[in-house]
């Protein structure tokens, strides 16, 4: 058995590295960028006005006051992408929102601020200032928001509808990104059953299990932006387990991995090893001191396809795929270890040392502004209603075993990869 630190360093040197690829900036969404990614030009590319309203020379305004007001004839109309119309001294031109100033425009008056006199027609021929207008009022100024070379996102950066909209801001249709591991999951057991579409759920007296970890494991691995596929459930042979793998080992594509779960414990029925051992594969680790998840194995098979055997219980691979899978996966993307947020907990915590324990938890901020760490009940690896009220794990270090409330503890999101915590 070893410690987690050394499972990690093992997964982070031995697991794959993803190559980049060029896709369209409508499939970037949730993709991972290669590279860093700049401005190519300033956004506004213009000055342009931010309301509808009148743009003037500082000077023609000045003094404007409900006792003194001043009226400017309006010389011309800009709308938005149409060529500014020219700004003659003693005059204004009006404009509507996004539209390009006139040059030798040095504010904007909204058209709430002034009162319009309209001509025949309804347009507005004049308008009166009832006050002064600060320099650069209204006026988006060219590059206020973007300039050449500003950086959007880092390397590695997990891209979300915001950077979506910057990159379309900047005219980005493309955008480099690595691709994404293929992930085939496996469930095992001849009491687990599928869920079908209009279940009526178990009977009282029925042996049935229904599967969870193979739901839950392919959405997390989507949701953390791997294309993964549920490969079925393999009952409890070696043979069956070996054809099985043997299978998706035919057919790998680049950055391929399997997940299984169940049948990796020392239990007559535990024959993942065993089958593991006779395809070949290379064992990097088999068992862990954490809790839950022990019986935890990383191997990899031919054509170098990391695989990975979860214990059956719903905690443990929601561990195994939190704090094994997920370095895999930053590793292949070529980010570095995770760094958990540090937060003290709201009440004591009792158990001995020995093992690293991964905590259903939840961080909250209270009414003071403070962060704090709930253990919540229920941290039976057997037990999923607590997952439905954690937003992450708590972290008890293998050398302590009871905490006092008020104790900081590594906290890690339930989202590996949430932006919030980037």
Known sequence: M???????????SRGPRLAAETVPLAEALGRMSAGTLRAGFAVPSFDNSAMDGFAVRLADCRGASPETPVVLPVSGVTAAGEPPARLSGGHAVQVMTGAMVPAGSEAVYAIE???????????????????????????????????????????ATRLTSRHVMALAALGVGSVPVYQRPHVCVLATGNEVRDVAPGQAGATPGETIIYNSNAPYLVGALREAGAQAAYGGIVPDRRDAFSTAVEGIIARARAGQIIVSSGAVSKGDF?????????????????????????????????????????????????????????????????????????????????????LRVFLKARLSIGADGTAAVSILTGQESFRIQPMLGMNGWAVREAAAGSLEAGSLVDFYPADPFAPAFA
Do not use: C
Not at 2 to 12: F, R
Not at 124 to 148: K, Q, Y
């Open 113 to 155: 601020e002034v009162t319009p006199t309209r001509d025949a027609s309804g347009a507005v021929s004049a308008i009166t200032l009832r006050s002064a207008a600060a320099p650069g009022a209204n006026i988006r100024g060219m590059g206020e928001d973007f300039r050449p070379g500003d950086v959007l996102t880092g390397e």
């Open 2 to 12: 070893i410690s987690h630190s050394q499972a990690l360093d093992l997964l982070h």
């Open 270 to 354: 535990d024959f993942v090893p065993a089958a593991l051992e006779a395809l070949g594969a290379e064992i990097l680790f088999h068992r862990v001191a954490i809790r839950p998840g022990k019986p935890v194995l990383f191997a990899m098979l031919e054509k170098r396809i990391p695989f990975f055997g979860l214990p059956g219980n719903p905690a443990s691979a929601a561990v195994g795929f939190r704090f094994f899978i997920t370095p895999l996966l930053r590793a292949a993307w070529g980010l570095g270890p995770e760094q958990p947020l540090r937060a003290r907990l709201a009440g004591a915590y009792k158990g001995t040392p020995g």
